[in-house]
C-alpha cells in the first residue's frame, strides 16, 4: 500500500504533467539518448528497466508466465499509542525546518550593529554635554532601528505563514491508515510511504518496495538512481524518482544522516549575496578610514584649539557621527523585507532572501514545458490504431495500462479518463502480472497482463515514439506531422517481453492535447522585452515542445534541437545553447549539464520546474524556481516557490528584485558620498588646524534632507533595470569624486568665510555659510541620483530644497538649528561656490561614465 502521488510529473514520452514524476538522473547517456545515438535511436532494453510484480493473490498461474508468489500484507504502522510514547521520550523529528529568523534574531540583528554601538557612545556624551537638539541624530537612529525591526518581522510574519501552505506534508501510516502530518511530527518507527518525486525526509529502512528508485545524488554525488528492495537503507536528503513504497524511520532529528547539512544550508537567510558582502566590504573600509580621522579630530578639538570645552566635544562628535553610512544597511534590510511582503501578497515564497538579488541578475531562464508554458493536465483528442490493429482492443490495452499503474502521471491520467479499465471483479477484466514503472531516462513504461482471465498473456509499453522505434519507421512520419502541430504523441506497441524494448511493434499512437497557460505569452514576451534569453528544456518531442513554444511567440521556437544530438564538450554544448531556444528530448542529467554549460559562459540562470527531473538542473542554477503543486524534492531545493502555480508571478519575482538592486545601488552612492565628504572634511580640518565648521544638528539636518528621507522613496520605487555585477565599484566610482568635490567646496567656503566674518558670533556666522553650500552641493549629488526623472522624483527634490529654506526663514527653526545667514556678501559667495561645484559634478560624473563604465 503506498500513497497516490500528489505532485507533477514526467509523461511517458518525456514531458511531464499533474501526476507523480518518477524520473531519475543518469552518470551516462539515456536509453536512446546517447551521443551518436541520433532520433529514433532503439533503447538498450537491459538499461534501466526495474520491474515490479504484481500483487493479485488471486490470480490463477499462467504455464508460460507463472504469477509471483503473493505479497506479504501491508504493514500498519505504529498505533496512536506507541506514537504518543515516542513524543514523550522525545523521539520526534524536531530538525528546523526552513524558516524565516526568530524574532529575537531579527531584534539582535538591528540593535546590536559596530555602527549602532559607536553612535550610541557617542549620543550618551551628547545628551550630557550639549543641547537636545545637538543629539538629534540618536533618536533618528532608534527611529531607523525600529522600523527595521518592524519590516523584518511583518515579512517574517508573511514567510512563516506561506512555508504553512507551502510545506511538504509525508504521509505516515498509522493505526493501519495512511495520514499527511507535518515533517516535525514523525516519530522515531513511523511507517512513512513514499511515492515519486517524494522526499526522503528521515533516515529509514525499506520495508515495501514497489519498484522503488532512490535517487541520492544530494547526498553522494553517485547520479544513478538505486533501486531499492525491502530491508535497503534510504537516507534523508535522497528523493523518490521512480516507483512507490513505504520504509520505517530509524533516524529522526538531528541525527537523520541530512539533518546537519539541512539545517545549515536551508535555513533562511539575509547574507551570501554581492549586494550584502559589497556593503560589508565598504563598511570596513569605512572603519578603517574614520578611526584614525575621528582620532585626530578628537586631538585637534580638545588639545589644539582653545575652545569651550563641550562646544569642541560637540564639534568633535559632529565630525563623527557623518562618517558613519548608518543608513545603508537598515535600508538595505528594509528594502529585502518589503520585497519579501510585496511577493508574498502574490503567492510567492521566497526561501532565501538573496533569491530576490540574485533573479534580478539573470540574463537566462530556463524553462519546463508542461507545468511552466503548459498547466498540467492534458485530453486524449484521438487514438490511431497503426497496422489494421482492433480499435476496440487498443482501447482495453490503453485502460489495463492505466490501471496497472497505481500512481498515473499525467499522460496516463488522460488515458485512464478517455479509456477507463472494467471493473475489477466484472467480466472482462485483465489482470497485471508484472509492471515497469515510467523513468523519465527510459521514457517508457509497460505491464504484462493475463487477458479476460483466460489465460493468455500479452506484454505491452507506452512511451515516446522516437524512443521505442528504429528511425525508419514509417509510423514516425506520422508522428512528426503531429508534433508540428504541438500535439503530444505516445505509441502503444506490443513486445514479447518487458526487457524487450527493442522488438517493440507499433500498434496505436495516442495522440494528447496540451493546455496552454493563457498567461505565458505574455511572459515570455516579459523576459524578451527585459533582455532575458529565455531556453525552453523538456523531455518531450522536440518538435512538439517548438510548436508549442511557437504558439506562444517564443523567439528561435522554429529552429528546435534534439538534446540526444548535443555535444558533451561543455563549450560545445555552450555555443548550442546560446544558438538555440528550444530543445527536446532532455535526460535529467542534461537539464543539469546545460545548466552549468550557460554557467560557464558568464550568464546567470534561473531554472523554473516541479518535477523529480528537474532537481538537480534546480540545484546546480543561480536561482532555483519550484511550482507550488512540485515534488516534494523540487520544493525543497528551490530558493523560489510559486504557491499559486503561475508562471505569471515570475515577472513580478524579477521586477522586485531589480527594484531592490537597482535603488539600493543609487541610494548606496548618497550614504557613501556623506561618509567620504565626512572623511575629508575632518582631515582638512586638522590639517589646517581651525574649528570643526559643524555640530551635530548641522549634519542631522543636512542627512535627513539630502539622503534619509530621499533615500526612502528612491528605495522603494519602481526600478527595472537588470542588476549589473560589481557593486562596490560600480558605487565608489560616483561617491568618491562626489564626496571630493563637496568637502572642497565647502571647506573653501568655510576659509572664506573665517576670512570676511570677525567678532564673537563669527564662528555660527561661518558655520551658516559652510552649511549653505554643502547642502547645495548634497542637494545637486541627490538631483543627479534621482534621474531619470519623474513628476514625484523632481517633487521630492523641490521637497527637500523647500525644507532647508524654511528653515532658513523661520525664526524658531533658525534658532534650534543654529543657522543664520549674516550679511548678503558671504551668503551668495556660498551659493556661487556651490554652484560652481554642481558644475564640476556633472563632468566628474561624465567622465566617470566614459573611463570607467560599469
Given amino acids: 500500500m503506498t500513497q497516490s502521488a500528489r505532485m507533477d510529473t514526467d509523461g511517458p514520452d518525456g514531458s511531464h504533467g499533474t501526476g507523480p514524476r518518477p524520473q531519475g538522473p543518469s552518470t551516462g547517456p539515456a536509453p536512446g539518448s546517447g551521443p551518436g545515438s541520433g532520433a529514433g535511436s532503439r533503447p538498450d532494453a537491459a538499461a534501466g528497466t526495474q520491474r515490479r510484480p504484481a500483487i493479485d493473490a488471486g490470480a490463477e498461474l499462467d504455464p508460460v508466465h507463472p504469477v509471483p508468489p503473493p505479497a506479504p500484507a501491508p504493514a500498519v504502522g505504529l498505533t496512536s499509542g506507541e506514537v504518543a510514547e515516542r513524543i514523550a521520550r522525545g523521539e520526534v523529528n524536531d530538525v528546523p525546518v526552513r524558516s524565516s529568523r526568530s524574532t529575537a534574531d531579527i531584534i539582535r540583528g538591528n540593535v546590536f550593529t559596530r555602527f549602532n554601538a559607536i553612535i550610541g557612545v557617542l549620543w550618551v556624551i551628547m545628551l550630557i554635554v550639549a543641547p537636545i537638539q545637538d543629539s538629534l541624530f540618536g533618536f533618528v537612529i532608534v527611529a531607523n532601528t525600529g522600523i527595521g525591526i518592524i519590516q523584518e518581522l511583518r515579512a517574517k510574519k508573511t514567510l512563516d505563514g506561506l512555508a504553512v501552505i507551502g510545506e511538504a506534508k509525508p504521509t505516515v501510516r498509522r493505526d493501519g491508515r495512511p495520514a499527511a502530518i507535518s515533517t516535525s511530527e514523525i516519530v522515531l518507527g513511523d511507517l512513512v510511504e513514499l511515492g515519486p518525486g517524494d522526499k526522503v525526509v528521515v533516515d529509514g529502512r525499506v520495508v515495501e518496495a514497489d519498484g522503488l528508485e532512490i535517487d541520492e545524488s544530494l547526498l553522494t554525488g553517485e547520479a544513478d538512481p538505486v533501486l531499492k528492495r525491502p530491508g535497503d537503507q534510504v537516507m534523508s536528503g535522497s528523493f523518490v524518482v521512480a516507483g512507490g513504497g513505504a520504509f520505517t524511520a530509524t533516524k529522526v532529528g538531528r541525527e537523520a544522516y541530512a539533518a546537519q547539512l539541512a539545517e545549515e544550508a536551508s535555513r533562511f537567510t539575509l547574507v551570501h549575496s554581492e549586494l550584502r558582502s559589497g556593503i560589508s566590504t565598504i563598511l570596513k573600509y569605512v572603519t578603517w578610514m574614520m578611526v584614525p580621522t575621528a582620532i585626530g579630530l578628537i586631538v585637534s578639538q580638545l588639545v589644539v584649539k582653545n575652545a569651550d570645552l563641550k562646544d569642541s566635544i560637540a564639534r568633535t562628535v559632529g565630525g563623527i557621527v557623518p562618517m558613519i553610512p548608518e543608513g545603508l544597511v537598515l535600508l538595505t534590510s528594509v528594502a529585502f523585507a518589503i520585497g519579501v511582503i510585496r511577493?508574498?501578497?502574490?503567492?510567492?515564497?521566497?526561501?532565501?532572501?538573496?533569491?530576490?538579488?540574485?533573479?534580478?541578475?539573470?540574463?537566462?531562464?530556463?524553462?519546463?514545458?508542461?507545468?511552466?508554458?503548459?498547466?498540467?493536465?492534458?485530453?486524449?483528442?484521438?487514438?490511431?490504431?497503426?497496422?489494421?490493429?482492433?480499435?476496440?482492443?487498443?482501447?482495453?490495452?490503453?485502460?489495463?495500462?492505466?490501471?496497472?499503474?497505481?500512481?498515473?502521471?499525467?499522460?496516463?491520467?488522460?488515458?485512464?479518463?478517455?479509456?477507463?479499465?472494467?471493473?475489477?471483479?466484472?467480466?472482462?477484466?485483465?489482470?497485471?502480472?508484472?509492471?515497469?514503472?515510467?523513468?523519465?531516462?527510459?521514457?517508457?513504461?509497460?505491464?504484462?497482463?493475463?487477458?479476460?482471465?483466460?489465460?493468455?498473456?500479452?506484454?505491452?509499453?507506452?512511451?515516446?515514439?522516437?524512443?521505442?522505434?528504429?528511425?525508419?519507421?514509417?509510423?514516425?512520419?506520422?508522428?512528426?506531422?503531429?508534433?508540428?502541430?504541438?500535439?503530444?504523441?505516445?505509441?502503444?506497441?506490443?513486445?514479447?517481453?518487458?526487457?524487450?524494448?527493442?522488438?517493440?511493434?507499433?500498434?496505436?499512437?495516442?495522440?494528447?492535447?496540451?493546455?496552454?497557460?493563457?498567461?505565458?505569452?505574455?511572459?515570455?514576451?516579459?523576459?524578451?522585452?527585459?533582455?532575458?534569453?529565455?531556453?525552453?528544456?523538456?523531455?518531450?518531442?522536440?518538435?512538439?515542445?517548438?510548436?508549442?513554444?511557437?504558439?506562444?511567440?517564443?523567439?528561435?521556437?522554429?529552429?528546435?534541437?534534439?538534446?540526444?544530438?548535443?555535444?558533451?564538450?561543455?563549450?560545445?554544448?555552450?555555443?548550442?545553447?546560446?544558438?538555440?531556444?528550444?530543445?527536446?528530448?532532455?535526460?535529467?542529467?542534461?537539464?543539469?549539464?546545460?545548466?552549468?554549460?550557460?554557467?560557464?559562459?558568464?550568464?546567470?540562470?534561473?531554472?523554473?520546474?516541479?518535477?523529480?527531473?528537474?532537481?538537480?538542473?534546480?540545484?546546480?542554477?543561480?536561482?532555483?524556481?519550484?511550482?507550488?503543486?512540485?515534488?516534494?524534492?523540487?520544493?525543497?531545493?528551490?530558493?523560489?516557490?510559486?504557491?499559486?502555480?503561475?508562471?505569471?508571478?515570475?515577472?513580478?519575482?524579477?521586477?522586485?528584485?531589480?527594484?531592490?538592486?537597482?535603488?539600493?545601488?543609487?541610494?548606496?552612492?548618497?550614504?557613501?558620498?556623506?561618509?567620504?565628504?565626512?572623511?575629508?572634511?575632518?582631515?582638512?580640518?586638522?590639517?589646517?588646524?581651525?574649528?570643526?565648521?559643524?555640530?551635530?544638528?548641522?549634519?542631522?539636518?543636512?542627512?535627513?534632507?539630502?539622503?534619509?528621507?530621499?533615500?526612502?522613496?528612491?528605495?522603494?520605487?519602481?526600478?527595472?533595470?537588470?542588476?549589473?555585477?560589481?557593486?562596490?565599484?560600480?558605487?565608489?566610482?560616483?561617491?568618491?569624486?562626489?564626496?571630493?568635490?563637496?568637502?572642497?567646496?565647502?571647506?573653501?567656503?568655510?576659509?572664506?568665510?573665517?576670512?570676511?566674518?570677525?567678532?564673537?558670533?563669527?564662528?555660527?556666522?561661518?558655520?551658516?555659510a559652510a552649511t549653505l553650500t554643502l547642502f547645495l552641493v548634497a542637494l545637486w549629488v541627490l538631483a543627479i541620483i534621482a534621474r531619470p526623472y519623474t513628476w514625484w522624483r523632481l517633487l521630492l527634490v523641490a521637497t527637500m530644497g523647500a525644507g532647508f529654506l524654511i528653515v532658513l526663514v523661520v525664526p524658531w527653526l533658525q534658532e534650534f538649528f543654529a543657522l543664520k545667514l549674516v550679511g548678503t556678501t558671504m551668503p551668495w559667495t556660498a551659493v556661487g561656490v556651490a554652484v560652481a561645484a554642481s558644475a564640476l559634478l556633472e563632468l566628474a560624473w561624465r567622465v566617470v561614465d566614459h573611463r570607467f563604465p560599469a
Fill in 343 to 768: 511577493l508574498g501578497r502574490k503567492q510567492c515564497l521566497v526561501q532565501e532572501l538573496p533569491a530576490i538579488e540574485g533573479l534580478a541578475r539573470v540574463d537566462v531562464v530556463c524553462l519546463d514545458k508542461t507545468g511552466t508554458l503548459t498547466e498540467g493536465g492534458m485530453d486524449v483528442t484521438e487514438v490511431r490504431p497503426l497496422g489494421g490493429a482492433d480499435g476496440a482492443y487498443v482501447r482495453r490495452v490503453l485502460g489495463a495500462l492505466g490501471a496497472s499503474d497505481p500512481r498515473p502521471n499525467a499522460s496516463l491520467k488522460a488515458v485512464v479518463e478517455a479509456h477507463p479499465a472494467p471493473d475489477a471483479d466484472g467480466p472482462g477484466r485483465w489482470r497485471t502480472l508484472e509492471a515497469l514503472p515510467f523513468s523519465s531516462a527510459r521514457k517508457y513504461s509497460g505491464a504484462r497482463f493475463e487477458e479476460d482471465g483466460a489465460g493468455r498473456t500479452s506484454t505491452w509499453l507506452l512511451g515516446a515514439p522516437d524512443v521505442l522505434l528504429p528511425a525508419d519507421d514509417p509510423a514516425l512520419a506520422e508522428v512528426e506531422h503531429l508534433n508540428e502541430q504541438g500535439l503530444r504523441v505516445l505509441l502503444l506497441a506490443g513486445v514479447d517481453a518487458l526487457e524487450d524494448a527493442a522488438g517493440a511493434r507499433a500498434t496505436a499512437l495516442v495522440v494528447l492535447e496540451q493546455r496552454l497557460r493563457p498567461d505565458a505569452s505574455e511572459t515570455l514576451a516579459y523576459f524578451a522585452d527585459q533582455d532575458v534569453a529565455a531556453k525552453v528544456i523538456s523531455g518531450d518531442n522536440a518538435v512538439s515542445v517548438g510548436a508549442v513554444a511557437g504558439k506562444l511567440g517564443l523567439p528561435g521556437a522554429e529552429h528546435t534541437v534534439d538534446a540526444r544530438t548535443l555535444p558533451a564538450d561543455r563549450d560545445e554544448m555552450a555555443q548550442a545553447l546560446d544558438d538555440g531556444a528550444v530543445f527536446g528530448r532532455v535526460t535529467p542529467q542534461q537539464k543539469r549539464d546545460m545548466v552549468g554549460a550557460l554557467q560557464s559562459r558568464g550568464h546567470t540562470v534561473a531554472m523554473t520546474g516541479d518535477g523529480v527531473n528537474d532537481v538537480l538542473a534546480l540545484k546546480d542554477a543561480d536561482i532555483g524556481v519550484s511550482m507550488g503543486s512540485g515534488s516534494e524534492a523540487t520544493r525543497a531545493v528551490a530558493q523560489i516557490v510559486l504557491l499559486n502555480n503561475s508562471f505569471a508571478t515570475l515577472p513580478s519575482v524579477v521586477a522586485e528584485g531589480r527594484r531592490v538592486i537597482g535603488n539600493i545601488t543609487r541610494v548606496a552612492t548618497l550614504f557613501l558620498t556623506k561618509t567620504v565628504y565626512s572623511v575629508l572634511l575632518a582631515i582638512l580640518v586638522v590639517v589646517s588646524q581651525v574649528e570643526y565648521p559643524f555640530l551635530p544638528r548641522h549634519l542631522t539636518l543636512l542627512a535627513t534632507l539630502t539622503i534619509g528621507m530621499p533615500a526612502f522613496f528612491l528605495a522603494l520605487a519602481p526600478n527595472k533595470e537588470r542588476a549589473k555585477p560589481h557593486f562596490v565599484r560600480r558605487v565608489m566610482r560616483y561617491a568618491i569624486p562626489s564626496g571630493v568635490i563637496a568637502a572642497a567646496a565647502t571647506f573653501t567656503t568655510y576659509l572664506l568665510a573665517r576670512s570676511y566674518y570677525t567678532g564673537p558670533d563669527a564662528l555660527d556666522a561661518e558655520t551658516s
